[in-house]
């Protein structure tokens, strides 16, 4: 098919590179942004625009608003793509938004290891070369009540390299109830496969038994294992082995036990009537010989995996070649050896610890900062009761009351959502029964003011 005249004519009138580099405009960009982003946004422009025309799609633009356009895009090219998003979930550790908050003394202690050197693996006292994992390990003792710890990036990869130093070629056995999956799709038996344990499952779904264990254990069994389902509840007819007792078979037996807790809370959260998620410390001073936990959970620091127990197993998973490939930077260390301290003082940790804080605020707290909003961003907006989650695969079941503020305008729930959450700063909501909801218990209080604003722009 041939191309109407008037469509060569709109071609031939389409700028060249060279012509948008030397304009006013093309000057300005170079000046504010990396040369190759100003070339490949305006290259994608102009074929956009070519392409656009061949198909007589839309009319053509303007100059000025060819040159918006072209600045959009080389904006976004120039722009990193890992941003900070206001969270309205009001799922406290959202996984998909970076779990955990991290304190202003865990910031700042990033800051200052990570502007110029650091004794990362220097031991300062003797003069030679330390390890790094000792910077947080005194701290992780003392708050878990253990003899020894170590840590590495995340608890999946705590748990995998326990499994591979104590029982490659062995079996360890686990309840067939407690053979969870985590998120993106990893699955225990997995990490175990990959670790080159050998996976010896017992008791039914909803049922294990002591006996169960101990008609599995043989020659071969290297480990018994407990995993605590923290993403999910099994209610009804269902039964489980309590952590002494296995504690108990496994000294009669010589055999020993991990935990993987998986959330690492450090505090008695049933105090405060959440859930009943277990304490690190009891779990250690129940006898058992290592529990493994995250750092970026119910901690509320950064992402890590934590292995606190007996000194000879954890002397066994340090020597183990994955402990270099599994090892932490010098800021997620920074970062957790802050969080600890702000741990070691129980009454004041959730006022420091964002994520503890939220778990914690009272409803009323809530409802006056969505009061807050809602009067900011004017008609449209009103304040609502709902219910709030830990999330994270931490506290399955537990709902916290919340308020909220919930959004009605011209355009629907769909559309709101998209706005807010393609805005600067973009803002993550959820839409219940045909309404946008604004969870004021996961907004923090400096982003109040900016949230107002964008609220009111949209309404």
């Known amino acids: 098919m041939r191309m109407p005249k008037a469509s060569k004519n709109l071609l031939a ?35 956009h625009l070519r392409e656009c025309v061949k198909t007589g799609t839309v009319e053509p633009s303007a100059p000025e608003d060819t040159a918006a356009a072209m600045e959009a895009r080389i904006s976004r090219l120039s722009s990193p793509s890992l941003r900070p998003v206001i969270n309205a979930t009001g799922i406290v550790l959202h996984t998909n938004l970076g779990r955990a908050p991290l304190s202003e003394s865990a910031l700042e202690a990033v800051v200052r290891v990570s502007r110029g050197y650091s004794n990362l693996e220097y031991a300062l006292e003797e003069g030679k070369r330390g390890k790094r994992y000792t910077h947080a390990r005194r701290l992780i003792k003392e708050l878990a009540s253990a003899e020894d710890a170590t840590l590495f990036n995340n608890n999946a990869g705590a748990v995998l390299i326990a499994l591979s130093a104590l029982a490659r070629g062995r079996e360890v056995i686990v309840s067939r109830g407690e053979l969870v999956e985590i998120g993106g799709s990893f699955r225990i038996p997995e990490v175990m496969a990959q670790s080159g344990a050998i996976l010896r499952e017992v008791g039914a779904t909803n049922k294990t038994h002591l006996r169960d264990y101990e008609n599995a254990i043989g020659p071969e069994t290297a480990l018994l294992l407990k995993v605590h389902r923290s993403n999910y509840r099994i209610t009804g007819f269902s039964a489980e082995v309590s952590v002494e007792s296995l504690v108990k078979l496994g000294a009669e037996k010589g055999i020993p036990v991990m935990f993987d807790l998986g959330s690492g809370c450090l505090f008695d959260l049933k105090k405060a009537g959440i859930g009943d998620e277990p304490v690190v410390n009891e779990i250690v001073r129940s006898g058992v010989d290592l529990v493994t936990f995250s750092g970026d959970k119910l901690l509320g620091g950064p992402q890590a995996g934590i292995i606190a127990g007996k000194t000879a197993l954890i002397e066994k998973i340090n020597r183990h070649p994955l402990a270099r490939a599994l090892r932490i930077d010098k800021m997620t260390l920074a970062a957790l050896e802050a969080t600890l301290f702000d741990c070691a003082d129980i009454e004041k940790a959730p006022e420091k610890i964002p994520a503890l804080r939220m778990l914690l605020e009272p409803a009323e707290k809530i409802r006056g900062r969505a009061r807050a909003i809602a009067k900011k961003a004017g008609a449209g907006a009103q304040v609502v009761e709902d219910l709030s989650e830990a999330g994270g695969g931490s506290l399955p079941g537990v709902l916290l009351p919340t308020w909220c503020v919930a959004v009605k305008g011209h ?17 993550i909501a959820r839409i219940k029964e045909g309404t946008l909801l604004l969870d004021a218990r996961t907004i923090m209080d400096g982003d109040v003011e900016p949230l107002a604003r964008r609220l009111k722009e949209i309404l």
């Open 411 to 427: 355009k629907s729930p769909n559309s709101l959502e998209q706005l807010l959450r393609k805005g600067d700063p973009p803002v």
């Open 13 to 47: 009138a389409l700028p060249s590179v060279d012509e948008v580099l030397r304009s006013q405009h093309g000057q300005g960009w170079l000046a504010r942004y990396p040369r190759r982003f100003v070339l490949q946004g305006i290259r994608d422009e102009i074929a």
